[in-house]
């Protein structure tokens, strides 16, 4: 039996629901060389059935982290191109068949789509002028390209969003791992190994004209009151890591958190999520500090 061109890779959560909305787009693809591998923190009667269902396979990685379980996938992958996306995702139609078209070009290593914000209704989110200026300095500052809204056209970029994003085997084979010591699926993780992509002289590419809707609205799925700080330790813990391990954005990036961390305690009316992104910030930033050291 020969390998599948396509491997795609799901990290989720037990989100069933979500799960089942990117199984259905993955069946709908106008593609079929192609194998799905779902890693869940927890196999479940569910899970199971979902697996079965959509013919995926089914890995169980105990909840050591969203890296971890990238790690695992690749590992059981077999397909020439590896495609990840986040479990509350859906897809155009034609999206496989543009994944191959892109990673067939000579020189292109790596694809990504353009990850729009949707409610649960499919409806896309309004982002605010001053949300959307505080994002494009920041990555400008951060020197780190990832297209996004800024383009109208396919481009070449530093790195790609986690959301969905696909890559040439061999790109793997030659960037290493998932760094597991991002341990929350909130930041900085897909951009850090994305970085190192590059750095190994691999392009990505950007198409803007590509959308993939990202069902994410945390009030609209229920979130209760100590899973929001839980968020906001998380993002900072990633965010505070990356910036010192990479070496980019400096204070700018402390002011985004806190201005983050704030809109959200204003939004929940949590007293506790500021507090709660501080301790995140500290220990990232300890951790970052940490892995430099290792590496010198």
């Not at 959509?54 to 695992?72: H, P, Q, T, V, W």
């Not at 999206?95 to 649960?120: A, H, M, Q, R, T």
């Not at 899973?227 to 906001?232: A, C, F, P, V, W």
Request: net charge positive.
């Amino acid at each position: 039996m020969t390998n599948p061109k396509i491997s795609i890779i799901i990290v989720t959560s037990q989100r069933y629901n979500d799960l089942e909305r990117l199984l259905i787009s993955i069946r709908e693809q106008q593609y079929v060389d192609l194998e799905i591998i779902v890693v869940c923190m927890e196999i479940d009667e569910k899970l199971s059935e979902l697996a079965i269902k959509y013919s995926a396979d089914l890995y169980e990685d105990s909840g050591k982290g969203i890296c971890y379980a990238r790690n695992l996938g690749f590992s059981k992958s077999k397909g020439e191109i590896i495609v990840y996306f986040d479990d509350d995702v859906t897809l155009p139609t034609n999206y496989l068949v543009i994944v191959e078209k892109y990673l067939d070009i000579p020189g292109v290593s790596g694809f990504g789509g353009n990850p729009i914000i949707v409610d649960e209704n499919g409806i896309p989110k309004k982002r605010g002028l001053i949300t959307k200026i505080i994002d494009k300095i920041i990555w400008k500052i951060s020197q780190v390209d990832m297209g996004t809204v800024y383009t109208e056209s396919p481009i070449f970029v530093d790195a790609l969003w986690g959301s969905n994003m696909a890559f040439k085997r061999k790109a793997i084979m030659d960037t290493g791992k998932f760094d597991e010591s991002f341990y929350h699926p909130n930041l900085g993780e897909e951009t850090d190994f994305t970085l190192r992509v590059t750095q190994r002289g691999h392009r990505l590419v950007f198409d803007p004209n590509i959308c993939v809707l990202h069902f994410t609205n945390f009030t609209n799925r229920g979130l209760k009151r100590g899973q929001y700080e839980k968020l906001l330790f998380g993002m900072g813990d990633n965010a505070s890591y990356w910036r010192v391990k990479n070496q980019r954005c400096g204070n700018l990036w402390l002011v985004y958190q806190i201005f983050v961390g704030l809109s959200w305690s204003i939004k929940t009316r949590n007293p506790r999520c500021l507090p709660s992104l501080f301790r995140g910030i500290r220990r990232g930033r300890y951790r970052g500090r940490k892995a430099l050291n290792a590496s010198v």
